[in-house]
């Protein structure tokens, strides 16, 4: 294009992660792929939520059109729709969103393993994460260096849907993050800028250097990455005066660098002032540079073609892409497959979560509720009170030697079972002898997602996104979480305060979960006086979440269950519908 991309990124109608932004229709598609292709220049598209079994078959046929139509790459989130995808159309590249949660090496051949030739790297990584998996990493490794930021690590927010029925996972987040909290505004992240880092970037062998401009005008992206087109040809970082044109574009209070440069305090925090809005009015003016032209520079070597990371399916980094031919030309190979159904009879086992050892019941107790596993998280894990434990929900490459410390030392002192909620944590959970349950966090929305996971876990917690029906669709040994503060968010940036208190009084506790916060929910999930609702859903474990609750408050709400009494206090349910 114009404004030197080498491959431009946007989603449909249906089944992408910014459905509030004007998406392009079938017929735009179709013409903006062409005219991509005409210029040289790739098209990778968007299908990056979450997919239930009832709406696989329209996916699957999404993906077709936007085969026929020419799409090199599908940047996807729900592995379900990426095996399907797979199987129906081998030689369309597929880019694993960063919604995946792509944080480690084991993640990258997690995802290399099924069949994605890139993988979105996590925003939240810092240079000496993000270095190592792009030297190490068995597929393409895609990195985010401009753009808004959220605040909670990717795939792992439920802060709209559960507020207010706005999915992110299902592309309408509400942004319940930019909002005000005890006053302030401590969930609210300024732009990511990472101009100033190029060389580094360039050094690492990233495969790609991402702008995130989807809800943002054209105006933005065009002279957004006509600034990153001129220093990636000369090679160079930022100078000042284009950083300070990159801000009168847009900004929140100025831009971050915090996860890259691991400078996570308060001044990663910014709003969209009155002054930010006046100077994007006034940008409308040249870059105050010679274009590259003038200049006389040649175009950098692309990372990932000079660590030959090239297997000829993924985008300008390989330098090499599927020929743009027309529909009619292709094959057509779509066979939508019926959802899948475990050949497992066995019932899942009901099992229990605390974070605090001196809050668990006596054994005996437990038992009679009918929990056979109880879960402590891995580095308060104590043997003599709990069996299994907790995984923490991030762990970056830099973590893993420790991780795989305290998986060991666990297992010694008497672990069998492992929850795990994070794809890269599978491997060496699996090596240190546990028993595999898997979390929530995997986003589990369907029966295709769940079979990919069969013969890795022994049984899936689903989604607390899912409703009753889309439940009882998923025919595999699974549970959901019948009482517990669901966790909603996952923070890399330490808030510094137990609570967020938002404008209708509503509290939502912060807890620590493997090192980083984790926002619960103002209440709690409750389904003692729906136990027919839930059995209707066929063979179902329950499991139990307990964050704040005291050893008699636990003991208290196990009995209500048992004898199915209806909430004392505002809870949240499970969706009938």
Request: net charge positive; aromatic share 8%.
């Amino acid at each position: 294009m114009k404004n030197g991309a080498d491959a431009v990124y946007f989603g449909t109608t249906l089944f992408n992660a910014r459905m509030m932004a004007k998406n392009f229709t079938r017929d735009e598609a179709a013409r903006a792929i062409a005219y991509c292709h005409e210029r040289g220049v790739l098209c990778h598209v968007t299908m990056n939520t979450a997919v239930t079994d009832r709406s696989m078959s329209d996916a699957l046929r999404q993906a077709e059109f936007l085969y026929l139509s020419g799409a090199d790459a599908l940047i996807v989130a729900d592995l379900g729709l990426a095996g399907e995808i797979r199987k129906n159309f081998p030689d369309l590249a597929l880019h694993a969103s960063t919604q995946c949660g792509g944080h480690s090496l084991e993640g990258a051949r997690f995802f290399k393993e099924r069949g994605f030739c890139r993988m979105v790297a996590a925003r939240e990584l810092d240079r000496e994460n993000l270095s190592f998996l792009c030297r190490n990493a068995p597929l393409e490794i895609e990195v985010f260096v401009h753009g808004a930021l959220c605040v909670s690590q990717s795939g792992q927010c439920l802060f709209s849907s559960f507020l207010g029925g706005r999915s992110g996972n299902r592309g309408e987040c509400a942004q319940p993050c930019r909002m005000r909290y005890n006053g302030r505004y401590p969930l609210s992240l300024k732009d990511l800028c990472l101009a100033g880092h190029i060389e580094e970037l360039l050094s690492m062998g990233a495969a790609s250097l991402k702008i995130e401009g989807r809800m943002k005008s054209p105006a933005y992206v065009g002279r957004v990455t006509a600034v990153y087109r001129r220093l990636l040809d000369e090679g160079r970082n930022a100078a000042p005066e284009e950083m300070a044109y990159l801000s009168e574009i847009f900004s929140r209070s100025g831009f971050t660098d915090g996860y890259f440069t691991k400078q996570t305090g308060p001044a990663m925090l910014g709003v969209r002032r009155r002054e930010d809005i006046e100077n994007s009015r006034a940008a409308a003016r040249t870059l105050p540079l010679a274009s590259h032209e003038q200049r006389g520079a040649k175009r950098a070597e692309p990372a990932g073609k000079a660590n030959g990371k090239t297997d000829g399916q993924s985008g300008p980094a390989s330098g090499r892409r599927r020929d743009a031919v027309p529909p009619y030309e292709r094959s057509r190979s779509l066979s939508p497959s019926k959802a899948p159904v475990s050949g497992r009879k066995e019932r899942p086992v009901d099992s229990a979560r605390f974070y605090r050892p001196e809050t668990i019941p006596e054994p005996k107790l437990l038992q009679n509720h009918g929990i056979e596993i109880v879960y402590l998280p891995l580095d308060r894990f104590d043997g003599r009170k709990a069996n299994g434990v907790l995984l923490p929900p991030v762990v970056f490459d830099s973590e893993m030697p420790a991780l795989r410390e305290k998986l060991q030392k666990a297992r010694e002192e008497g672990a069998v079972h492992a929850l795990v909620g994070n794809a890269g944590l599978i491997a060496p959970a699996k090596e240190a002898g546990f028993c595999l349950h898997g979390d929530w966090r995997l986003n589990i929305c369907s029966s295709y997602t769940a079979a990919l996971f069969d013969g890795l876990f022994d049984d899936l917690l689903l989604s607390p996104e899912l409703i009753l029906p889309q439940i009882r669709d998923i025919r595999f040994p699974k549970g959901v979480v019948v009482y517990g503060r669901q966790p909603l968010m996952t923070l890399e940036r330490p808030t510094g305060t137990a609570s967020l208190t938002d404008r209708t009084q509503a509290v939502f506790p912060l807890l620590s979960e493997g090192g980083r916060e984790i926002l619960l929910n103002s209440v709690p999930t409750y389904m003692a006086d729906k136990k027919e609702a839930l059995a209707k859903c066929g063979p179902l474990a329950r499991h139990f979440l307990f964050t704040l609750e005291g050893k008699r408050e636990v003991e208290s709400i196990l009995d209500a269950y048992k004898k199915g009494l209806p909430a004392k206090k505002e809870v949240r349910r499970i969706r009938p519908s």
